[in-house]
């Protein structure tokens, strides 16, 4: 059984930063994503990463200021926000999957964490 544990959110003003960790238990190698939902909307991608870390993917609305990587040693993968806007507020999730397909589709991924929650003030 994969568990999945978020930890890094919390409260920033707009233009901060945050960087949030999901670490992993169990040995195999997946493919990873993460993803946010704020109240009252469906769950929506923010970034992925292929197994090896060599291939990274991110939504428009992040990319420049969001990047993910991913340390093997330590089972962790890594989100670094900057310059954070209100809009960025939501909980946030990783996901995780052996399966191939769709990095921006929920359903792709066997594996959640519980979430952390990230709130950018203005």
């Known amino acids: 059984q994969v568990q999945l544990v978020e930890s890094g959110g919390g409260l920033v003003q707009a233009g901060g930063s945050l960087r949030l960790s999901c670490a992993r238990s169990g040995f195999s190698s997946y493919r990873m994503g993460w993803f946010r939902q704020a109240p009252g909307k469906e769950r929506e991608f923010v970034a992925g990463i292929s197994r090896s870390g060599g291939s990274t993917y991110y939504a428009d609305s992040v990319k420049g200021r969001f990047t993910i990587s991913r340390d093997h040693a330590k089972n962790t993968v890594y989100l670094q926000m900057n310059s954070l806007k209100p809009e960025d507020t939501a909980v946030y999730y990783c996901?995780?999957?052996?399966?191939?397909?769709?990095?921006?589709?929920?359903?792709?991924?066997?594996?959640w964490g519980q979430g952390t929650q990230v709130t950018v003030s203005s």
């Open positions: 996901g995780a999957t052996e399966r191939s397909g769709d990095y921006t589709s929920p359903p792709t991924y066997d594996y």
